[in-house]
């Protein structure tokens, strides 16, 4: 392993154990995978209890991953960033209820849907920086929102019903794991390929120093909007999914601060600009509030600990769990998917 | 004509509080470069304050201004100094305010719901109900009297900026933070003033909004999306754009209420930030950003 | 005693590396000094430190033997160390008057305030003009003598201006470089930080070269300006741009 290639590659921490990290880390990730794809043929007790919450930990993996494309690669922070969850949500269930399309199958134009507003939201918010932009996210957020509230065609802010699944109870929660899960993946690939890529360096670049990246010759402004759309899609896809499997759509489950909230917790509690982070984020995150819900009723009490977790983490923690690791050079290879 | 008139005192009324909400938000921002995402959430918590003390101790919402104030300043304070100071050495530290003033609404948030349930919670004085009937207009006594101790308080913030040592103090500061040290001012002493007082600000629109519109915790998000929004038309950190942004968009409001109904009032706001977006992001007042 | 002591000081921004290492100086009262050095030398940080502005990460500044590295940049000046910055400095929503009045933030006695101003005005007799113009409206030349006349109402022991003449016309800075050559008159210690070695040198006393972080020649500034072998090695650039404005 010769200098120029630690050089290039982001910084990728040797474990201590000496082992070629590369190959045992395939194969973690292989088995991983693997558990993933065949969680729903293991037979264990509280069947859907499970896949209902591994399917619900999927999707803020999709979320958290999509995000970080833009608020950690970036580092510009969307507030807002629901709005192609609840897009992607309205989409499907739109073309299910009008057009009788099953949203597995939309999902992806859900997705699109997504991307093409994201382009649409980037060329508008990305007019400003800072916190300017985190501004307009919110206000894009909130604006979206009213629409939907006010819309008549989806049952305004009652919402609309969805024709259910044509699938038996014993095995209805299958599916929407699966596609969950395939959002999830999709996201954390995207994620993986942005950051690999040329695309993903203007991106480090410009979180750094903006006026720096332009005067090397990288169109800030489309590398942001970019950024934006590619975000959107997995989150279209996770909402399309989402809301089929709810049989219900309505601006609250979709528009709120709280679906924005845990998304950015997420990524920025896991490690934010790192692949892995977001899902380690998410992860964390899903299983706190299940285990708050079980242990203590689903009170505002929860509100109050995703907000002191994410105080800590700002102040104690600021790359989060996977970029605190990184940096101090402990971080087990298997998390390390940079 | 009476009517437009009616539409447009309304506006002005309602502007005078949007006016006192904002300006603590722009003070903020303007010494601090802090975006307080929590500041709604600081003004229910003084109405909060009022409901009790009007419920419990039949205090007047507008004499308990006198309470709110001095008790947000402490707290303002109180907040303040364990977690501002430390951050503010970090490389992205306007972006780390936005970050951890979200984490304290969350933690505020939570806490009013819990101790204080969803329930819609609202003062009732008598001249809530109130209006006069002056020239063909109905003017509401509650939103009068209002806007008149909104008025009263920004003109005395603008005598403290404009005489006090203090004061002057807090607008170099604002003007210029590197030059405001080498001068001998005390920045670290402004900053946590300059908290404080921008609390004390939203203490008293808690007050004032105990009585003019129902609250319950989570509504904060709502007030602080227009809040941003405004100042950002005003131009962040210029307590003049603050004031004007805040009459003339609750006055563009008004006119939208009037026309198509009260669900699509906040719209109003947001759209105003677009646009302001797409042909002056800096805002009416605001200097070019450097961030 | 010296009036100043820099002791093999060290210093970075934030978490970055070293920008000074090892720096010691020793600065007299009275006399006029002029810091050089090609860019990233270290010049504005070593002012940065000895006002306060940033702490030294080792070594100390004494001021009249006492340890002062570590106080806050309020505290600096109230024992008299005043820095006039490189970046824009004014308070540009004030006016001329309220600007200079703020230089003598510390000073509560109006009198006092008063007859300083005076003095800055008769420095300044183009200031007197323009009292009650908002000073962001000034031009480049007149906005640097607000600041300078600010930094006078200090009445500082030590003046450290850094790039008084950036962004100026040559006219203009040689104004600029006469009214400082005047302070020394004053009987104020300054020290200079200069791009243009030249003009900075043929303007102060004493002349320092910093290069890296370190310092590497110290001495009377003519020597600096005549020795080659300084001028090629640290200062070429510097010199040559200055010889032809």
């Known amino acids: 392993m010769t200098d120029m290639a630690s050089d290039v590659t982001p910084s990728v921490s040797d474990d201590t154990g000496g082992r070629p990290g590369t190959v045992s880390r395939r194969v973690l990730l292989l088995v991983v995978l693997a558990i993933v794809l065949l969680l729903p043929l293991a037979p264990f007790a509280a069947y859907n209890y499970v896949l209902q919450l591994a399917t619900v930990a999927l999707m803020w993996v999709a979320l958290a991953s999509s995000w970080n494309i833009i608020g950690g690669y970036a580092s510009y922070i969307s507030l807002g960033h629901n709005v192609f969850f609840g897009i992607g949500g309205y989409t499907s269930g739109l073309a299910l209820v009008y057009l009788g399309f099953s949203p597995f199958l939309t999902a992806l134009v859900a997705g699109l849907v997504a991307l093409v507003f994201g382009l649409f939201v980037g060329l508008i918010t990305l007019r400003a920086k800072g916190p300017t932009f985190i501004v307009a996210t919110i206000a894009m957020l909130f604006v979206v929102g009213l629409l939907f509230d006010n819309w008549e065609l989806v049952g305004a802010s009652s919402g609309m019903s969805l024709p259910l699944p044509p699938f038996s109870v014993d095995v209805v929660k299958v599916p929407f794991y699966y596609a969950m899960a395939a959002s999830a993946v999709g996201a954390i690939f995207l994620s993986h390929r942005v950051a690999h890529s040329k695309f993903g360096l203007g991106l480090r670049a410009l979180s750094q120093d903006e006026t720096k990246a332009e005067v090397a010759g990288i169109n800030t402004r489309w590398y942001k909007v970019i950024a934006v759309a590619l975000s959107a899609f997995f989150i279209g896809t996770a909402g399309a999914t989402w809301g089929y499997s709810l049989s219900y759509l309505r601006p609250t489950i979709f528009f709120t601060i709280g679906v924005a909230a845990q998304m950015v917790l997420s990524a920025i509690i896991g490690g934010r600009a790192t692949v892995a982070g977001p899902v380690v984020g998410a992860l964390l995150i899903v299983g706190i509030n299940e285990f708050a819900i079980v242990q203590f009723g689903a009170t505002e009490l929860n509100i109050v600990v995703t907000g002191v977790i994410l105080l800590a983490v700002l102040l104690f923690f600021p790359l989060g769990i996977v970029g605190s690791l990184r940096e101090a050079g402990r971080l087990p290879a298997f998390l390390d998917w940079d | 004509m009476t009517e437009i008139i009616q539409v447009l005192v309304l506006g002005l009324l309602l502007g005078g509080v949007y006016a006192l909400m904002a300006s603590g938000l722009t003070l903020l921002f303007g010494v601090m470069r802090i975006v307080n995402l929590a500041h709604a959430a600081f003004i229910i918590v003084a109405a909060y304050i009022a409901f009790y003390a009007f419920d419990l101790f039949q205090i007047d919402p507008l004499i308990s201004v006198l309470i709110t104030m001095p008790v947000m300043f402490v707290l303002g304070l109180a907040v303040y100094l364990p977690l501002f100071p430390r951050i503010e050495s970090s490389a992205r530290y306007t972006e780390m305010t936005v970050l951890m003033t979200f984490g304290l609404a969350l933690v505020m948030e939570g806490l009013l719901g819990f101790f204080f349930t969803g329930i819609f919670r609202s003062t009732r004085p008598p001249y809530a109900t109130d209006a006069i009937l002056w020239a063909d207009l109905f003017i509401p006594t509650g939103q009068l009297l209002a806007t008149g101790v909104s008025a009263l308080l920004l003109i005395g913030l603008w005598l403290f900026l404009r005489y006090t040592r203090t004061g002057t103090a807090v607008r170099a500061t604002m003007q210029n933070r590197t030059s405001a040290q080498i001068v001998g001012v005390n920045v670290r002493r402004i900053s946590a003033i300059s908290f404080g007082l921008g609390m004390a600000l939203a203490g008293a629109s808690g007050s004032l909004l105990s009585y003019l519109f129902p609250f319950f915790p989570a509504q904060h998000w709502r007030w602080v999306a227009l809040l941003l929004a405004l100042i950002v038309l005003g131009g962040l950190g210029s307590l003049k754009g603050a004031v004007i942004g805040a009459v003339s968009l609750a006055v563009a409001s008004a006119f939208v209420t009037n026309q198509l109904g009260p669900d699509w009032s906040p719209m109003t706001f947001y759209l105003a930030l677009f646009i302001i977006l797409l042909v002056r992001p800096q805002g009416l007042f605001g200097k070019a950003l450097r961030i | ?245």
């Open chain 3, 1 to 245: 005693m010296a009036l100043l002591e820099i002791d093999d000081v060290t210093a970075g921004y934030g978490v970055g590396p070293d920008i000074l290492t090892g720096i010691s100086l020793e600065v007299n009262a009275g006399r006029s000094y002029c810091i050089v050095g090609p860019n990233g030398a270290g010049k504005s940080t070593l002012l940065k430190v000895v006002c306060g502005i940033l702490h030294p990460r080792s070594g100390e500044v004494r001021l009249n033997g006492i340890r002062v590295s570590g106080l806050r940049p309020d505290q600096l000046l109230a024992e008299g160390i005043c820095f006039v910055p490189q970046e824009q400095s004014l308070f540009p929503e004030m006016t001329v008057r309220e600007n200079l009045v703020m230089g003598a933030f510390l000073v509560r006695d109006r009198a006092v305030v008063n007859e300083r101003m005076v003095r800055v005005f008769e420095l300044f007799p183009l200031l007197k003009d323009r009292v009650s113009q908002l000073a962001g409206t000034l031009s480049g030349g007149e906005q640097q003598m607000v600041v300078l006349g600010r930094a006078l109402m200090v009445d500082p022991k030590v003046l450290m201006i850094d790039e008084p003449s950036l962004g100026l016309a040559p006219i203009v800075a040689d104004q600029i470089f006469a009214t400082i050559q005047g302070f020394s008159a004053l009987g104020i210690t300054v020290i200079l930080v200069e791009q243009n070695a030249r003009r900075g040198l043929e303007s102060t006393e004493w002349g320092i070269v910093l290069d890296l972080g370190t310092k590497r020649f110290e001495g009377p500034a003519e020597g600096i300006l005549d020795d080659p072998r300084i001028r090629e090695l640290y200062l070429g650039a510097a010199l040559s741009k200055g010889d032809d404005e």
